[in-house]
């Protein structure tokens, strides 16, 4: 089983459409959450951490349940803007090492 | 915020050819270093990281090396490539204060090997 699973997509939604991604993680000891987003061709980049009581940032909502081992991203009234990987990753407890990294979920949005 | 440099941008090598990948990072102090690769419609893959300088884990066997001779600078080598060496290279860096904190990624670099 993967560290962090995602569903790849692809996502393809018209503009304004509300759309979600699911995640899941193995490791109950994980502290940490994010969700970053990969531009075709492009290094990632941080979209928004995860915390345990859900955080809102304009469009973009981020839920976290520990019990389910569960990430979710909801962003709502999508833009052109939008269009790219979005990345699930989870850093484990304790460790200096690493975030490990789902391997993304792919959304287009459509005009 | 931190701001990761690597070059080149893009590389092509024939198979064989040895391989140097240079990163530096700016604006934070001893943080850990990572270098990851992305194979084409790929996750990523952590290869190496570092705590210090001098202090490299490597985390999958492979033809590749990494070494950190200073305190922002991190470069991974190899001696000989392979073709499954082909791939999108990332630099990234992370502060080791607090459980929050972003890791950054550099520009990248695009290798193929032919």
């Known amino acids: 089983r993967k560290e962090v699973e995602q569903d790849p997509g692809p996502f393809n939604v018209p503009e304004g459409a509300t759309v979600a991604f699911n995640c899941t993680y193995s490791n109950s000891a994980s502290q940490s959450f994010f969700w970053y987003r990969q531009d075709c061709r492009k290094e990632p980049k941080l979209l928004m951490s995860?915390?345990?009581s859900g955080n809102e940032d304009g469009r973009f909502t981020a839920q976290l349940n520990r019990a389910s081992q569960y990430i979710s991203l909801l962003i709502r009234d999508s833009k052109l803007s939008d269009s790219a990987t979005y990345l699930c990753v989870v850093r484990p407890s304790g460790s200096a090492r690493q975030l490990t990294f789902g391997s993304g979920t792919q959304l287009t949005v459509l005009p | 915020s931190q701001t990761i440099h690597q070059w080149p941008a893009t590389l092509v090598q024939p198979v064989g050819s040895p391989l140097s990948l240079e990163c530096t990072v700016e604006g934070t102090s001893n943080p850990n270093l990572y270098w990851y690769r992305q194979a084409a419609g790929r996750g990523l893959q952590l290869l190496f990281y570092s705590v210090g300088i001098g202090q490299i884990s490597s985390e999958v066997p492979q033809n590749l090396s990494a070494s950190r001779p200073q305190d922002r600078q991190f470069i991974l080598s190899s001696k000989k490539l392979l073709l499954s060496d082909s791939g999108f290279y990332l630099c990234a860096s992370r502060s080791r204060l607090g459980s929050y904190n972003e890791q950054f990624f550099g520009p990248g670099t695009r290798l193929t090997v032919l």
């Open positions: 995860v915390y345990s």
